[in-house]
């Protein structure tokens, strides 16, 4: 199966923010991806409300669920306490943990699972006894130490972020390695059981290879590339051009 596309909405929410007006509209553009194909939209409600307001919230939650109960929602941040009421709030079909600091611009690296094994130990089970399927954010290191404690968390899947390998958009023998590194940790993590998506500096130029390496990539959740490429092409055209570097037949 071609890995699913789920729409990260953040970078319009920012956009958006610039002026105290409604558009673009955070909603409008998922229901235009979701209508296009998008399997799924995400967003990261940092603390300090800088691109997806807590307010988005509510309405992305009723979209899918009144127009579009095939897709899902992805809602993936730092699990402090005001992060999982929101969680628990607006029932998201997955949650995607992440190691962020508030002051980070975006997420730029996974978690140091052995220093955060009673962290996540605790949050998952706390997430999962109310049915939420759970990704952790992981480096594409292939370490099966680190891999091996997150399988023990009780989490569903991983999210190998792939930022150095997408800043590698100049460099194809540095991008093929790392393609590689993230190839052999996805195989890794399917063989203990975990589910594998990723993200993070994805375009439909890089996208096909990875999807290639990772026959069995479940999702892939990109938002600043795929925003960028909307200004270009129109967003209905972008997600059907991400999904075919998915491997979707659109």
């Known amino acids: 199966m071609p890995a699913k596309l789920s729409v990260n909405l953040n970078a319009i929410a920012m956009l958006r923010n610039r002026r105290d007006l409604p558009w673009?509209?955070?909603?409008?553009?998922?229901?235009i991806a979701l209508e296009a194909g998008a399997s799924g939209l995400t967003v990261h409600p940092r603390p300090d409300q800088r691109h997806i307001r807590f307010s988005d919230l509510a309405p992305i939650r009723a979209l899918i669920d009144d127009l579009y109960p095939a897709a899902e929602f992805n809602m993936e941040g730092f699990p402090n306490e005001q992060f999982l009421e929101l969680v628990e709030e607006h029932q998201p079909e997955q949650v995607?943990?992440?190691p962020d600091d508030?002051?980070?611009a975006t997420s730029d690296h996974g978690w140091d699972f052995r220093?955060?094994?009673?962290?996540?130990?605790n949050v998952v089970g706390r997430l999962k006894k109310k049915g939420f399927r759970v990704s952790l954010f992981a480096d594409g290191d292939p370490d099966i130490e680190a891999l091996t404690i997150a399988k023990e968390t009780g989490a569903d899947r991983i999210e190998l972020y792939t930022g150095p390998y997408g800043g590698c958009y100049d460099e194809p023998e540095r991008a093929a390695v790392l393609l590689e590194e993230l190839g052999r940790t996805a195989d890794l993590a399917?063989?203990?059981?975990?589910?594998?998506?990723?993200?993070?500096d994805l375009t439909v130029a890089n996208l096909p290879p990875l999807a290639a390496r990772i026959s069995n990539l479940a999702e892939v959740s990109i938002g600043h590339g795929l925003t960028a490429d909307a200004l270009q092409y129109g967003m209905a055209e972008t997600v059907r051009r991400f999904c075919r570097a998915c491997g979707q037949d659109v």
């Open 102 to 104: 508030p002051a980070q």
């Open 96 to 98: 995607t943990l992440v």
């Open 115 to 121: 220093k955060s094994h009673n962290l996540l130990g």
């Open 24 to 31: 673009p509209s955070v909603t409008g553009l998922g229901q």
């Open 190 to 200: 399917i063989g203990l059981g975990l589910d594998v998506n990723a993200g993070h």
